[in-house]
């Protein structure tokens, strides 16, 4: 399992978001798509996702697997329902064998037990997040993307949610984007740079030495 993108590029009107975009992801790999606000990260996930179209290029090419859980970072849930409410509503939307016992699974994994019976308009956005992680990971998919996954968690909730992110990330392909360079450290097992719409840097975080200084010389 695997994806592959190789010189895709995105423009709107005369505003190149990206450039020449090549990238190949592994099973097993929690990649960090790592870049200030603008960069190109949100862009780059939602033509992996199907959600946009590249523009057209002679020597363009995507690969992708079929199945994908998405976490976008504006979650559109429905504040009015109830968390198991809305995750079973969710469940049976995506077709899923043994729902209620999927559901229970999720709420347990991302942290949603003491929550589960709340209107999800009275959760805080930490706990909304997870709602959302819920729903990605729902139908099992091959490919998590999750873009900024850890906005609005306080220090205790980024203690409990990063290790899930990393156990995730053992059996399927994950990616997430942010812009906050801890998050890559904690998380992650290779960073890719992006910059105005250009990769900067494609590394491994085990032969990254300074990875603050690797980040200031892609985006300065």
Same mark, same amino acid.
């Given at each position: 399992m695997s994806i592959r993108i190789a010189h895709i590029s995105k423009t709107f009107g005369h505003q190149v978001v990206l450039k020449d975009v090549s990238l190949s992801i592994h099973k097993g790999e929690v990649v960090g798509l790592l870049g200030p606000n603008g960069a190109g990260k949100s862009t780059l996930m939602k033509i992996i996702l199907g959600l946009w179209k590249p523009d057209p290029c002679a020597d363009m090419e995507i690969s992708?697997?079929?199945y994908m859980g998405y976490l976008p970072e504006q979650n559109? !849930?429905?504040p009015e329902m109830y968390v198991r409410e809305y995750l079973l509503f969710i469940a049976r939307i995506a077709r899923?064998?043994?729902g209620e016992e999927r559901v229970e699974d999720l709420i347990h994994r991302v942290g949603l037990a003491s929550e589960a019976n709340k209107r999800i308009g009275q959760l805080s956005k930490g706990y909304k997040q997870r709602v959302g992680l819920a729903?990605?990971?729902m139908s099992d998919p091959d490919v998590l993307i999750l873009d900024e996954p850890t906005t609005g968690f306080?220090?205790?909730q980024l203690e409990e949610i990063r290790p899930l992110i990393r156990e995730l990330g053992r059996?399927? !392909?994950?990616i997430l984007s942010t812009h906050i360079l801890q998050e890559v450290k904690q998380m992650c097992d290779r960073v890719v740079i992006l910059?105005?719409?250009v990769i900067r840097a494609d590394e491994p975080m085990a032969q990254i030495a300074d990875l603050e200084q690797l980040?200031?010389?892609c985006t300065n």
């Amino acid at each position: 399992m695997s994806i592959r993108i190789a010189h895709i590029s995105k423009t709107f009107g005369h505003q190149v978001v990206l450039k020449d975009v090549s990238l190949s992801i592994h099973k097993g790999e929690v990649v960090g798509l790592l870049g200030p606000n603008g960069a190109g990260k949100s862009t780059l996930m939602k033509i992996i996702l199907g959600l946009w179209k590249p523009d057209p290029c002679a020597d363009m090419e995507i690969s992708v697997p079929e199945y994908m859980g998405y976490l976008p970072e504006q979650n559109p !849930l429905y504040p009015e329902m109830y968390v198991r409410e809305y995750l079973l509503f969710i469940a049976r939307i995506a077709r899923v064998d043994n729902g209620e016992e999927r559901v229970e699974d999720l709420i347990h994994r991302v942290g949603l037990a003491s929550e589960a019976n709340k209107r999800i308009g009275q959760l805080s956005k930490g706990y909304k997040q997870r709602v959302g992680l819920a729903q990605a990971l729902m139908s099992d998919p091959d490919v998590l993307i999750l873009d900024e996954p850890t906005t609005g968690f306080d220090p205790n909730q980024l203690e409990e949610i990063r290790p899930l992110i990393r156990e995730l990330g053992r059996d399927r !392909l994950v990616i997430l984007s942010t812009h906050i360079l801890q998050e890559v450290k904690q998380m992650c097992d290779r960073v890719v740079i992006l910059d105005h719409g250009v990769i900067r840097a494609d590394e491994p975080m085990a032969q990254i030495a300074d990875l603050e200084q690797l980040f200031h010389q892609c985006t300065n």
